[in-house]
């Protein structure tokens, strides 16, 4: 199986992607978490990306399908992955369906998490992440069972940077501009699934199951 999870910042995609890479023994490949990894680690490659990230800008093409290239060549890739916040523009999506092709591989089923402006914002003001895990939570929606401590590894939770307004403006502008657009490029393959991201968590959860049955 080889997903590709997409949606508007704050959609969910990190939420839902955390149970499906369990549930379908899925490697996980999110390139902004990533790029927050590499920072954590303080590559250069991190800190370079940051600057754009906590602007709420994009980290270039070029940057982005590199990271993805090596990470897909990665034995743990070969068979089943989830993509989650990649490609983010045609330009990526063309990229991807080269490596994909190298590989003589391609991908099973698209699931675009479809979630209002409204809700988008109130996600993302509420959410904490955990410093060393990179688990996220939300203050209203999943709190953790501890104020401030991630319930997984106990590592401090805190916000994101670009989780900030205007950082949170940026995106959803560039999401609109530069990432919807792919939404059409993989609705002409008949492998693109829309779910209903303003629902709980289990629900959304049940919905991508069967959508991942449809095409899967
Ligand atoms: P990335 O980390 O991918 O951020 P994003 O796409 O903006 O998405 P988020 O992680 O903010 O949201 P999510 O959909 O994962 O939602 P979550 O599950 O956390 O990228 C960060 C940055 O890196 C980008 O802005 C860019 O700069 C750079 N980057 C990354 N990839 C790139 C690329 N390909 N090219 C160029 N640059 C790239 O949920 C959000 C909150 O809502 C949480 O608090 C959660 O608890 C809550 N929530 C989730 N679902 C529900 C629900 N059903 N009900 C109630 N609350 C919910
Ligand atoms: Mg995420």
């Known amino acids: 199986m080889k997903i590709l999870l997409m949606g508007p910042p704050g959609a969910g995609k990190g939420s839902q992607s955390e149970k499906l890479v369990k549930d379908y023994e899925l490697t996980n490949i999110s390139t902004g978490e990533m790029f927050r990894e590499a920072n954590r680690n303080n590559e250069q490659l991190g800190i370079e990306a940051m600057r ?14 590199e990271i993805v ?8 890739a070969e068979r089943c992955f989830l993509l989650d916040g990649y490609p983010r523009t045609v330009a990526q999506a063309e990229a991807l369906d080269t490596m994909l092709d190298k590989m003589e591989s391609k991908l099973t089923a698209v699931i675009n998490i479809v979630v209002d402006k409204q809700a988008i914002l109130e996600r993302m003001v509420g959410r904490r992440v ?3 895990c990179g688990l996220s939570y939300h203050l209203s ?10 319930d997984a590894c106990g590592g401090e939770l805190y916000q994101r940077e670009d989780d900030q307004l205007h950082s949170v403006k940026n995106r959803l502008e560039i999401y609109e501009t530069k990432t919807k657009p792919i939404i059409e490029y993989y609705a002409n393959r008949g492998i693109l699934r829309n ?6 968590f289990d629900k959304v959860y049940e919905d991508i199951k069967k959508a991942l049955g449809e095409v899967a």
């Open 69 to 76: 290239r090596k990470r897909l060549l990665r034995p743990d």
């Open 195 to 200: 779910v209903n991201g303003m629902q709980s």
């Open 141 to 150: 929606f999943k709190p953790p069972k501890q104020q401030g401590v991630c």
């Open 130 to 132: 955990c410093k060393s």
């Open 52 to 65: 754009f990230i906590n602007k709420g800008k994009l980290v270039s093409d070029k940057i982005t399908n």
